[in-house]
Every structure is written in structure tokens, then in C-alpha cells.
């Protein structure tokens, strides 16, 4: 499977998530049906925004790390870089 960091948002430019998976449309999945109990379950966050696609799973995690830590500006900016209108990226997926 292929490793991926990812970017929820309730709605645009609402409360975002970041994530890593190897099983991108799975994972987007429990998100939208509020299968996994948390943060996003609670903030209704099933949006997908952004993704990137990585190698190696410590590459994605590592990247996942570093854009929790980022300033909301920040996360913003990369959303937008590849999905200025903040469209569901979802039904890319499948």
C-alpha cells in the first residue's frame, strides 16, 4: 500500500485534521461515515482536502509530524496549492 499524508477539513477554510495512512480511500472512508470515534467524529471533519503520496511510511509519517506543527497560514496555503476551491477529493479516490 501506498503511504499517504493527508488533510481533512469540516468545510473550507473550517477545522482541519492532518493523518497518515496506507490506505487512503479506506481511511477517507471511516472518516465520512464517523466509523473512527476522535476528533473528527466530534468536529464533523470528513472533508478531504489534500493528499500526498509518499515511499516510505517513516517519510509520511515524519511529514505528518511536521504540518501538525505548522501555523494554520501554513496549512492554508498548502491545501490550496493543489485545491483552491476546497473540494471533496474523495470521489477521486474510488
Known amino acids: 500500500m501506498q503511504p499517504v499524508v493527508y488533510i481533512l477539513a469540516s ?3 473550517g477545522t482541519l485534521y492532518v493523518g497518515v495512512t496506507s490506505s ?3 481511511r477517507a472512508w471511516q472518516h465520512r461515515d464517523g466509523i473512527i470515534a476522535g ?3 466530534k468536529y464533523g471533519v470528513h472533508r ?6 509518499h515511499q516510505l511510511i517513516a517519510a509520511a509519517i515524519q511529514r505528518e509530524k511536521n504540518i501538525k506543527h ?3 497560514r501554513w496549512k492554508i496555503k498548502l491545501i490550496e496549492s493543489i485545491n483552491p ?3 471533496d477529493l474523495y ?3 474510488t
Open 39 to 41: 476528533f473528527t467524529q
Open 24 to 26: 487512503l480511500p479506506h
Open 48 to 53: 478531504l482536502v489534500y493528499f500526498e503520496e
Open 70 to 72: 505548522w501555523q494554520r
Open 11 to 13: 468545510k473550507p477554510y
Open 91 to 93: 470521489d477521486q479516490l
Open 85 to 87: 476551491m476546497w473540494d
